[in-house]
């Protein structure tokens, strides 16, 4: 799953593996380590390339580095690019008061 920033990707990720039963990889924290300090762009395709392998999964995120091994195991990419006043209006959403208690994540999506 590939989108722009705020698009939603991580959301609908989490949402589509549960209903298919199989595991989700958010690829931002698989690169972000501790205090922000990026993977290594090998360690990086090493880990991708490991959970690509699996029978099923959910991949979202926008690496340059890992996207020839995940689209080499895809059968199915979903690109995520609704207008920008649409994410601003889910962001704002999901920054309100009381978003959490009503199953709404926040984050990057």
Do not use: C, F
């Not at 199989?22 to 290594?40: C, G, K, R, S």
């Not at 959970?51 to 091994?69: H, K, R």
């Amino acid at each position: 799953m590939v989108g722009v920033s705020g698009s939603g990707k991580s959301i609908l990720g989490r949402d589509l593996a549960a209903r298919l039963a199989v595991p989700y990889a958010e690829l931002d924290a698989i690169y972000h380590q501790p205090d922000w300090t990026p993977l290594p762009a090998d360690q990086l395709r090493h880990g991708v390339a490991a959970i690509a392998a699996w029978d099923g999964w959910v991949i979202d995120g926008n690496y340059s580095a890992v996207q020839p091994v995940i689209w080499a195991h895809a059968d199915t990419v979903i690109w995520l690019d609704p207008p920008r006043r649409t994410r601003l209006i889910w962001r704002r959403s999901a920054a309100s008061p009381g978003a959490r208690s009503r199953g709404m994540a926040t984050g990057s999506g």
